[in-house]
């Protein structure tokens, strides 16, 4: 019997964050082959984003990153460099399952990059033929572009001031699945710099996870990776995505520990 739509188009991220469980996410930035992905699998991620935002990845090297994550069922996102159809159409045709939008500061941004994100009738997004998402088989059109629109994410970061005084009217925009608190920008933006422990961080979250419950949605944590007591204090507030850190931290750490045993067995 073959297959269902359904069946074989799942976002298994999205599954989870319905489910209201949490999300454990890494970022690519160093590596550029797709064996970071079952790296991701093998550690325990549910999903991974591939930065363009804050490195020189092509298109091309994210998409194929992409697709491998999907093959295996870790969900693979895009922080775009840019909110602009030239990178969010095409790393999505290319194999992400979602795109995290930066420095979007009002309702009326989110509803662009909605029509972006979305195909009719919930958006404009341009057919392009068959997808990886779904193993290019054939399906009736109609039927895609539902089952597309339903397990497409549209992720906005939460970085500016502005965006945290309209944050009610931005979650609640039809289409927006998530906000991404950038932590570090937010700071800077408030004036606060690098002050995690600041009362207006926590605030802010206190904030934006009030506003995303209202609407039935959902709230993560990023920048933070160095400070596993906040990602736990935000995830006991109600966030339920964790962005932990990046490959290259992660290999810069176990890199530094390795040293540091071998330097104290020459000076033990």
Do not use: W
Request: glycine content about 10%; hydrophobic content about 50%; overall charge neutral.
């Amino acid at each position: 019997m073959a297959e269902t739509l359904d069946a074989i188009l799942r976002n298994h991220m999205k599954e989870k964050l319905a489910a209201g469980r949490v999300v454990a996410s890494m970022t690519v930035r160093l590596a550029r082959s797709i064996e970071i992905a079952g790296i991701a699998k093998a550690a325990g991620f549910d999903t991974l984003y591939v930065d363009l935002e804050h490195n020189t990845l092509s298109i091309d090297t994210a998409c194929q990153i992409c697709i491998a994550a999907q093959q295996i069922g870790v969900t693979p996102l895009v922080r775009v460099p840019a909110n602009t159809p030239d990178y969010i159409g095409r790393v999505l045709d290319g194999g992400a399952m979602g795109v995290i939008t930066p420095h979007v500061r009002s309702a009326a941004e989110a509803r662009a990059l909605v029509e972006l994100v979305k195909f009719p009738p919930a958006g404009q997004r341009s057919a392009g033929g068959a997808l990886s998402h779904y193993g290019y088989r054939a399906f009736p059109g109609d039927q895609l572009a539902r089952a597309m629109n339903a397990t497409s994410m549209l992720v906005v970061m939460l970085e500016t001031v502005a965006a945290l005084d309209a944050v009610e009217e931005i979650i609640a925009v039809d289409g927006v699945d998530m906000l991404l608190v950038g932590s570090n920008d937010l700071c800077a933006e408030l004036g606060i710099p690098g002050q995690f422990d600041d009362p207006r961080l926590e605030a802010a979250f206190a904030r934006a996870i009030a506003a995303a419950n209202k609407v039935g949605k959902h709230v993560g944590v990023g920048g933070l990776a160095a400070r596993e007591d906040l990602m736990a204090k935000f995830v006991r507030m109600g966030a339920r995505y964790v962005s932990t850190g990046t490959d290259l931290a992660f290999l810069q750490a176990a890199c530094a520990a390795k040293a540091r045993f071998v330097q104290g067995l020459a000076t033990g």
